[in-house]
């Protein structure tokens, strides 16, 4: 039973291959909101154990969410992908829920998406 999760990777949903390392630019009622950068990964919980003698669930998919606002601010969110799930059609209509507003999103293209996880958010390209 070892200290770390093992390696390996989750199963990939392909409902979510559309929005995987995918941009979008935000819009509150017509007006400029910010942007969204989605990214998939892989994650463990800890079922049992403790010290070094733990044991870890099998892995499953989480969606990390970046946003930088047009007002200066930046947040984030960690969600497990049975959560994003949920708000699936949301997406695919265009529509993104935060914090009780329904915002307008723009996916962008891959070119758009690469150049907000690089030079908008930081990101590196390889995880």
């Given at each position: ?70 007002n ?7 969600e ?13 209509r ?34």
């Open positions: 039973m070892p200290f770390n999760p093992p390696p390996g990777h989750a199963d990939r949903d392909p409902r979510f291959d559309p929005y995987r390392e995918r941009a979008g630019a935000l819009a509150n009622q017509g007006e400029p909101f910010g942007i969204l950068y989605l990214r998939f990964d892989a994650c463990w919980w800890q079922l049992g154990g403790h010290l070094w003698w733990r044991r870890w669930s099998a892995p499953r998919e989480q969606v990390t969410g970046y946003l930088v606002l047009n200066g601010g930046f947040d984030d969110f960690v497990d992908a049975d959560t994003v799930l949920e708000e699936l059609e949301d997406c695919q265009g529509l993104f829920r935060y914090r009780g507003m329904l915002l307008t999103v723009e996916w962008l293209d891959d070119e758009g998406s690469r150049r907000a996880r690089t030079g908008t958010f930081g990101l590196d390209p390889n995880q």
